[in-house]
């Protein structure tokens, strides 16, 4: 049986041995094993100093000089690795883009002091005054449920308010009285002075549809041209210098068409041939000149923008085609001599006849001198917008827009 005693001497040291082994591995797994990450993606790693010691990681947001957090841009966290910071004041480049409300807003307009905004908040059916701050007060505490369309007087007293079942008043927010419009009368715009309106009058009767003026209170109506079935093609507007009231269009070719001037005398004003179609009209703040988009094959049917005399002999003369593709009404005259205007990042083939292909298009910001036509990016701005109704402050400081997915008013600093 020697043997035997001789095997088991060997099998205990085996068993030894093991559980040797087996507690060894225990140790390792809890103390000295690396943790895993919990999530999915790459572990962490940790960054030291030269002492060792681990450098504090970046916070998850930014802090206003009030302690508040600041709403509407991106922690260092949040920023893509290797992107340059964002710029506070308009340099070219990222800058900072602050979103002034949270609900959707329409018919955004500078105040009459030059720096407060005036707008229609969507959610409560009311109109409120904004300040540079974000700090909104009522404009009136009268509820308009459902405005679909505003169009304001120039001092911004009085407004058209459309609704969906082409209901329309004039409210004044002033004596806060309103007078109610026909139905069949459309696309108004105010004079420089605000006391008449011009709008085209669609009676169900081709013979019975007008170009009209009327005055502040829907009253003295009077005719100016016979529509017929053109209406499509005529554009109530109403110059600054009060010269013409209106624009029409008659086709020469697929890429071209004469503008006609519309006045209130039966003036001979001379035609403007533009060179493609969906002509989209802006007037420059004198009156003088015209800033337009039109869509044509040379362009693969992408809007582009013209700037051109437009005012007694001189129309037609002095055109100048400014190589941005965009629509006059993403552009604000700062100046006579000055536009801001939002351009997409990208535009597809067809866009100036179907719009809607950019509309969850991001736009960058330029200035284009209309007279010599050299344009400079000025920012491109944090977040995606789709910049829409944009506006300038009377001092040139700040440039406000509207975010056509969201409807919130949001603010980028010029200077």
Known sequence: MGWLAKYKKILVVLGFLLLVFVLGYLLYLLFFKPSLPTGPGPAATSTTTAGGLPIAGTGTGQISPTGEPV????????????????????????????????????????????????????????????????????????????????????????????????????????????????????????????SKIVFKSLAEDTDNRWLATTNDQGTDTQRIAALGDNEATVYPSWSPNNQTVAMHTEGINFDQQSVFFVGLNNENFKALTINGRGFEPKWAPAGDRLLYSVYSSGSDLKPELWITNAQGENIGAGRIKLNVQTWADKCVFASNTSLYCAVPESLEEGAGLFPALVKNTKDNLYQIDTQTGLKRLVATPTGDATMTNLIISSNGYYLYFTDANTGTINKIKLK
């Open 71 to 194: 709403s509407g841009l991106p922690s260092e966290a949040e920023r893509p690795t290797g992107l340059p910071a964002a710029s506070e004041v308009a340099r070219g480049g990222l800058t900072q883009t602050a979103a002034l409300n949270q609900a959707p807003s329409l018919g955004a307009v500078l105040a009459s002091n030059g720096s407060d905004l005036q707008y229609y908040n969507q959610p409560d059916g009311k109109f409120y005054r904004l300040t540079k701050d974000g700090q909104a007060t009522l404009l009136s505490d009268t509820v308009f449920h459902e405005v679909q369309k505003i169009t304001w007087s120039p001092d911004k007293n009085k407004a058209i308010l459309e609704y969906p079942d082409q209901a329309k008043i004039i409210y004044d927010f002033k004596t806060k009285k309103q007078v109610s419009l026909p139905k069949h009368w459309q696309d108004f715009d105010f004079s420089p002075t605000g």
